[in-house]
């Protein structure tokens, strides 16, 4: 017969987070292809063009322009705040 002590269960509560940590050491190897510098980005300029969308409404408009060097969110025209 299994005897549950106060001592095993703290010691199984406490080793949660160095499972966590572990699991995020070695992430899994889905198929997913690794993220590139050029979709992290666009995913990123895609992100703060919601973020203002939320705060302000309307619709933002998003230019990355590599080879000006520049990158542009900018809310449509006719869109009020």
Known sequence: MTMN???AAL???ASIPA???ATEAFPSTGSTAPETIDDRIRRLAGELSAALE???GGE???TVDHSAGFALI???RG???
Do not use: D, F, K, P
Request: charged fraction near 15%; proline fraction near 0%; aromatic fraction near 4%.
């Open 60 to 62: 933002w408009r998003v």
């Open 11 to 13: 010691g199984a509560l």
């Open 19 to 21: 499972i966590g940590a």
């Open 74 to 76: 900018v809310q449509q």
């Open 79 to 81: 869109v009020q705040s």
């Open 5 to 7: 002590t106060r001592r």
């Open 54 to 56: 939320g705060m302000h």
